[in-house]
């Protein structure tokens, strides 16, 4: 089911997947990365939808929601996952944010404890960005407010899957794309902002006493399997799921696994 609601004063598209649980039950809500929309994660959701309740949405400056014209920040995202569920009456959710949408995941956690019951970092991390990600981030801004957008997905699209998938993938990667130019040039801007702007979440996630799990692509192009490594290490409570043969898509590279691997994780079952 898709339609739209207002959160935040903003106009946000959201859908869901398989049957509401009765009070207390489980349900899944799956964050999306940069550039992205909540199309991203519809052959997933409907997998998952299949076992239990899964919410999807367009983040704030992504695919058809509104935003704010200035700064899309990462607390914002979150007040406006956080609404989304409570429109929903899910009053607890494990959490699956990919890349941006773990940035969004831990600021939920941090702002909604009560809300979020585990969470997985999909491809992600708690680090805030370095200085030549900062500096990326503004040759990105600058960009588009070039109107060179397309240039930007043409070329930062691709580079989401492993050198080796991307030919074999190319209807996800034309669809990604797609979606990619269909946001508003103003929000992306403000989303990057956002992205710029964030709080490290190390020591917030230190604290994290619920389930946390991991998944990394062995070959991603985003976050070095080193960066990985020391995450595994630095966060030992945490489970991991290494991708052999995945770069920052997994749940499109290597579904199945991922897949299995979340379910699992969300009904309390999986063990890396």
């Given amino acids: 089911m898709e339609k739209f609601i207002t959160c935040s004063n903003i106009p946000v598209r959201m859908a869901t997947y398989g049957r509401p ?18 199309e991203v994660w519809e052959n997933f959701a ?7 309740y899964t919410i999807t949405l367009d983040l704030p400056g ?27 009456s899910a009053e607890s ?23 979020v019951s585990r969470l997985c970092l999909m491809h992600s991390t ?10 990326q981030r503004d040759r990105e801004i600058a960009l588009i407010a070039a109107g060179k957008k397309e240039q930007l997905v043409l070329q930062s ?30 929000g992306t801007i403000a989303s990057l902002r956002g992205m710029k702007e964030r709080e ?20 991603d192009r985003y976050i070095s399997w080193e960066t990985a490594q020391t995450l595994t290490e630095r966060f030992p409570q945490a489970q991991t799921l290494a991708l052999e043969n995945s770069g920052h898509a997994g749940f499109i590279e290597e579904e199945a696994a991922t897949l299995g691997a979340v379910l699992s994780f969300v009904t309390g079952e999986y063990s890396a």
């Fill in 21 to 38: 649980p009765d009070r207390g039950g489980a349900a899944l809500l799956l964050l999306h990365g940069y550039l992205e929309s909540l």
């Fill in 46 to 52: 409907g997998q998952l939808g299949k076992n239990v």
């Fill in 62 to 88: 992504h695919g058809l929601s509104g935003g704010r014209p200035d700064v899309n920040s990462m607390e914002l995202m979150a007040d406006v996952a956080s609404e989304v569920c409570r429109s929903l």
């Fill in 93 to 115: 959710v494990a959490v699956v944010g990919h890349s941006m949408g773990g940035y969004v995941a831990l600021a939920l956690a941090k702002k909604y404890p009560a809300l």
């Fill in 126 to 135: 708690p680090n805030a960005d370095t200085e030549a990600k900062r500096r």
């Fill in 157 to 186: 699209i691709p580079m989401m899957f492993a050198a080796d998938n991307a030919s074999r993938l190319y209807e996800p990667v034309a669809d990604l794309e797609a979606c990619a130019l269909i946001a508003d040039d103003e």
């Fill in 200 to 219: 490290d979440m190390n020591e917030f996630l230190k604290t994290f006493g619920k389930p946390l799990l991991f998944v990394f692509g062995k070959k």
